[in-house]
C-alpha cells in the first residue's frame, strides 16, 4: 500500500459517514466526521506532494481550515467568518488558474458551449442572489462579491475544460461544480426548512470539493515537473 492511501481512504470513510449520520441525523457524530475530512485530505496531499507545499496551496488549505472550524463551531460570528475564509479560498483559486494556464484561445465552435456556459452561470448568481432571507440581509454586498468571485472562477474552470479538454481541466470544472452546489446547498439550507436531501448534498460536495481540488494541486504540480524537466 503507498503512503499515502491511508489518509485517502480515512478521508472516503469520513464522507461515508458524515453521509449515514446526515441521514440518520445524528447531528454530533456528523460534525466528527466532517472535523476529520479535511485533515486526512491534508495528510493524503502531503505525502503526494512529497511534503512539497506552495504557498498559495498551503493558505488555501490554512483558510479552508478556519472555514471549517467557524461551520462546525456554529456560533455567532461563524457565518461572516466562513464567508470571508471561503472567499479568500475561492480568490487564490483563481490566481492560480489565471496565472497557472495557457491563455485561453476560443475557437467557432467553443462559441455556443461558452455562451450556455455564461448564461448558466449568471442564472445561478442572480437567482440564488434574489433570495432574500433575515440573516444575509446584512451581508449583502459581501454575499454579492463572494457570488462574483465563485462565478468567475467557474468560469475559467468551465472554459478551460470546454477549449482544452484535458484531465487537469476536467478537474478544475468538478471542484468548481461541487463548491457551486456546496454554497447553493448552504443557502437552501438557510432559506428553506431542514430537509435530510438538503444536508446531505451540501456536504457531500463539499467533501468532494476538496478532494477534486487536492487532485487539481497534484495534477498541476506533476505538469510543472514535466516542464522544467522537459526544459
Avoid at 472535523?35 to 496531499?45: C, K, Q, R, T
Avoid at 468548481?176 to 444536508?199: C, G
Wanted: contains cysteine.
Amino acid at each position: 500500500m503507498k503512503a499515502n492511501k491511508p489518509s485517502l481512504i480515512l478521508f472516503f470513510l469520513a464522507l461515508l459517514c458524515t453521509i449515514i449520520f446526515d441521514y440518520t441525523q445524528q447531528d454530533v457524530f456528523a460534525l466528527y466526521a466532517k472535523a476529520i475530512v479535511l485533515p486526512a485530505i491534508f495528510i493524503y496531499y502531503l505525502i503526494s506532494s512529497d511534503f512539497k507545499v506552495g504557498k498559495a496551496e498551503g493558505l488555501i488549505f490554512f483558510f479552508c481550515f478556519i472555514g471549517q472550524v467557524f461551520d462546525l463551531m456554529d456560533i455567532e460570528i461563524s457565518e461572516i467568518g466562513g464567508i470571508w475564509s471561503f472567499l479568500i479560498v475561492y480568490l487564490l483559486i483563481l490566481i492560480l488558474i489565471i496565472t497557472g494556464h495557457q491563455k485561453i484561445s476560443l475557437k467557432r465552435k467553443d462559441i455556443l458551449p461558452v455562451s450556455i456556459v455564461v448564461i448558466f452561470i449568471v442564472y445561478l448568481l442572480v437567482s440564488v442572489l434574489s433570495l432574500q432571507f433575515d440573516n444575509m440581509k446584512k451581508f449583502n454586498t459581501l454575499y454579492t462579491f463572494y457570488g462574483i468571485v465563485l462565478s468567475v472562477l467557474s468560469y475559467f474552470s468551465f472554459v478551460n475544460y470546454i477549449t482544452k479538454g484535458t484531465h487537469i481541466t476536467l478537474l478544475m470544472s468538478l471542484m468548481a461544480i461541487s463548491y457551486i452546489f456546496s454554497d447553493i446547498f448552504y443557502i437552501f439550507n438557510e432559506y428553506f426548512s431542514y430537509s435530510v436531501v438538503l444536508v446531505l448534498i451540501r456536504d457531500i460536495t463539499q467533501i468532494l470539493a476538496y478532494f477534486f481540488m487536492v487532485e487539481y494541486f497534484l495534477e498541476k504540480a506533476k505538469i510543472q515537473k514535466k516542464v522544467l524537466h522537459n526544459n
